[in-house]
């Protein structure tokens, strides 16, 4: 007899390696993570707790990093695609990176491309969706493109900056917001 484990947390980070995901939840949860300026640092979900004024608590995932072609296990794509599919809500954390010929909008795109092939169900699930590391230089002309194209509810989408702290305040309340309307 085999039991498998389905919820391993309220949200889970979902971007691509090096976005910032371990970053986030060292930060939101005040724990240590392994962070490094490489692909795939993170091998296994990290796991936080977020704490209110209010005593209340959410669980966050930092879920490793999805590359295209998960779906068919490129990487270690199918047990990374599974630890999303045991979260009630995502986060998708898109990094903007200036200086290297990626279209942030595009990485956004695959990743729920990359849910959808693996579970279509996955696509259903209540998020949001933060572009990362707006303290760098010459973010703003990507995360312009990127609003104009984001076709969801713009209050789903966030400016962050996980290592300098900059509207983490406001994402921790969405999120609060977001487990709270999955859990009622």
Request: glycine share 4%; charged share 25%; aromatic share 8%.
């Amino acid at each position: 007899m085999e039991l498998e484990l389905k919820l391993i947390a309220d949200i889970g980070f979902v971007g691509m390696p090096n976005a910032g995901k371990s970053t986030l939840i060292s930060k939101l949860a005040h724990i240590e993570v392994k962070i490094a300026p490489y692909p795939f640092t993170t091998l296994r979900p990290n796991l936080g707790i977020v704490e209110f004024d209010d005593f209340s608590r959410i669980l966050i995932a930092d879920i490793p990093g999805i590359i295209e072609n998960a779906h068919e296990n490129k990487g270690l794509g199918i047990s990374f695609l599974r630890h999303i599919e045991r979260t009630s809500a995502l986060v998708y954390l898109i990094e903007l990176a200036p200086y290297e010929e990626r279209d942030p909008f595009e990485e956004f795109l695959m990743l729920r491309r990359e849910l959808e092939a693996y579970d279509p169900a996955m696509l259903e699930k209540p998020f949001l969706t933060a572009l990362n590391k707006i303290d760098q230089e010459n973010t703003a002309e990507l995360a312009a493109s990127f609003r104009a194209r984001y076709p969801y509810d713009p209050s789903t989408l966030l400016e962050i900056s996980a290592l300098e702290g900059i509207q983490t305040d406001l994402l921790r309340e969405k999120l609060r917001s977001l487990v709270h309307a999955v859990r009622f």
